[in-house]
């Protein structure tokens, strides 16, 4: 041992081995201490974000779309129903090569490139949520996207239930369609991206109802996405049932009797109120919206000058014409301003000062009592009367008909209609013009329905109802919605009487709804035509033409009123189809009569 | 030769020894609790019996007296290069790689013997013709030692292996007494050589190194292991996921999981504070180390034991720091830990040569 440096003593400083061993010692601790550090940093400073990263690695969230609840008419048959049907996702985070996997999609389904761009442009490119595309992709659609599934890695095919409908228009403004829901019902919070939601008719109305509650799954995968276990799941809730006022049946037969007119029928039930049937024509094809409805297709409804979205039998008003001398005829009679028994010249023209108001034909019907006067739809008489009882009493009772305010319908957008003011200064002409439901003076055909079921019920004003009781899916009751009054019009029996009798006769004794007749039910109802322009001429076809009704005139059941646009004569262009309806909804009467012969 | 002396067994570090099972048996249950059940405990069965072989050789190399050891050692280093060159022919590919050598029922690693032989023989060779300083044809012979099985294992391609032997190699001449500026001029010329280096590393190494420098260059591809490995160990937070909790390990987010990122595993189950009390337990045994380095009186014992402590720092600190995201990925195994009987077994003969220098170091 007697080498240098490693002699004797102990104690680094004497030996240099020993300090350098030190030197090496210190440099070892504080590697640790920088080790030390970075687990402090990792675990405790970055503990939480790298544990949540750690939980967003092995979860991945599976929604379920719940089914939309399903719609019944009063006898339990389907309205719109839910079918399974294939959308088309994206899945950002495993899309490898975005742009060529977007350029392949593009071609292989012929979408717009930029169309799969601006979808995805909205969602952070590592999201593992499937992007809804596309829906109602067809069979062919979906091989195709099969096939190519490995040139296509990103791409899924999801099975989701959609609203399907027994047929495309059936009830279309009534039900209304289902559509993904926009930027603004988003920002409301209530919806997802990719969500449908109701946006107009009973889908938009009921939709927290319908919608349900959609599940999913949490998925716990491995680092090579293979499902290890379901970490949570939550079964989708359906959407509750609706059970509605409406009659399929008789909404067919409505719906088949407008034909290709445009316009509005609304049946009601006489003795609840009831809504059996609703349409507006022309209709739109409701399963247009729940698939892909291009930008186009869209811009082509809502710029169609028919305007197929408009309800035209709530949003739309007309002059009621000829079917408003009900309201003059009650007025006059309840007023006492004259008794069925009064006449009045009936001439083919009517002199108010400088001013000559026409009847509608040239004939001298020479002196009327007020039942011919109805029956025969007469013009100069009711010139006459109006101007007897004056435009305020008319007013008044037009009101308590309930004209001029919603009827309060469960419809979104319903119109109120217009009848003048109370105390408005009248001017002559202004009374003449509404004497025969002219001049300042709108009504929407549900407001015309609803008149008719005071007349037929002795004055009863029922508020229109559409929805009957809404159901959970496991038949727990939700909502019901009793039959309701609204109004009340009091009038003595007598006059309900005269109205009754003469509305009958309009179609059954030589009035001008004789097109309305039917074999083995009596119809009883008020012809009307709307003058679009002053002076126009209603065999051109330039007048919106009424038919008010209901049946049997005995024991009203049911309120027909046919509104036929620019349909003419309402004797000859809208009883017809109120007959062919009324012929519908009593079949089996209509059928036995003529058995018997 | 196998003669048991007294003198011999009172002197042996039982602490030393029981740290160092300690931290094979947290090793095992850390490679049980990936994978329990019957499936996955074939790993845990086999490393146990690595551990069997090992002791034995722990015990073999312990009974020997290293001076016996040292006079063998040129001829090691020729049976050790030979291994490395049989690789060529009889070697066995795996991933890329051939670095395993196909001996009956089990594969050997050579490289993973060849740090021990690297250890003695460079201790034979600094202290047989004995200066302090070394003289400089000393230290071109030293130089000559490292160069040859550096290239070898550098070509396999095992990039980490080959490294370690650089920290072993500095401290080992730093230990003799060589002069910090000779010491300088060496790290240069290593430096400047690097260049060099970077025409040998495979693709995939390359590729590796520049990951290091920018994370973000490829996050689901080279990136992938050192993001998965930050997350496991971060998840973790203070106390720990626990076993069943450890979805990164468990699920197989984080990759190579029962070989070089086993502390990231350990850190996900054991959070903060079981990571720090095993950074503790290897920060003893290498302290230990240095320690009976620094307890041996003539110069082979002091280079051995310096030799064989540097060669477990180093691996213990490059593998942590490569997991914990500070150092780029070189696969390197945590000593005692990682599953691998190679890498077990070598460990546990380096142990011997540490326990045989402490327990002569009286003598």
New interface residues.
Partial sequence: ?A????GGGSGPRRD???R??LI??VG??T??L???G???Y???L??????D???R??IRVRPAAAPRGILFDKNGLALVDNRPAFTLSLIPREMENRDTVLARLSVLLRIPLGELMESLARVPPDSFMPVRMRRGLTMEEVAKVEEWKLELPGVVVEVEPQRVYPSPRLGAHLLGYVREVSEEQMRQGRHRRGDMAGQSGLERLLDEYLRGRDGGEEI?????GRP?RVVRRQEPRPGAHVVTTLDRRIQEVVERAMGNHAGAVVVLDARSGDILALTSAPAFELDHFTGALGRAAWLRLVRDPQAPLLNRAIQSQYAPGSVFKIVVAAAALQEGTITPFDRLRCAPTFQLGTRTFKNWDDTDWGELDLYRAMVRSCNTYFYQLGLKVGLEPIARYARAFGLGAPTGVALAGEKAGLVPAPRSRSRAGDTVNVSIGQGPLLVTPLQVARMMGAVATGGILWKPRLVQRVEAADGRLLYSEPSQMSGYVDLSPAVWAFLQRSLWGVVNDGGTGAAARLPGIEVAGKTGTAQLITNSDARRGQDHAWFAAYAPAQDPQVVVVVLVERGGRGGQAAAPIARQILHGIFLERVAASALRG | MFKVDRRLLQNVDWLLLATALALVALGLVTLWSLSPGRHGSGAVWRQLSWLGLGLLALVAVASVDYRNLARAAPAFYVIGIGLLLSLYVFGRTVSGARRWLPLGPVTLQPAELFKLIFIVTLAWALTARWANPPARATLAAALSLLVVPFVLVVRQPDLGTALVLLPVFFALLFGAGVRLRELGWLGLAGLAGAPLAWLVLRDYQRERLLVFLDPFRDPLGSAYNVIQSKIAIGSGQLLGKGIAGATQSRLAFLPERHTDFIFAVFAEMWGFVGALLLLAAYAFLILRGFEIAGAAREPLGRLLALGVTALLGAQTLINMGMVMGLLPIVGIPLPLMSYGGSSLVVTLMALGLLLSVRMRQSL
Avoid: C, I
């Fill in positions: 041992m080498l240098r440096g490693f240099p081995f020993r350098r061993l090496l010692t070892t601790l590697v640790f920088v080790l030390l970075q687990l402090w990792l675990q405790v970055e503990g939480a974000r790298l544990r990263l750690s939980e690695n092995r716990e995968v491995d680092a090579s290890v």
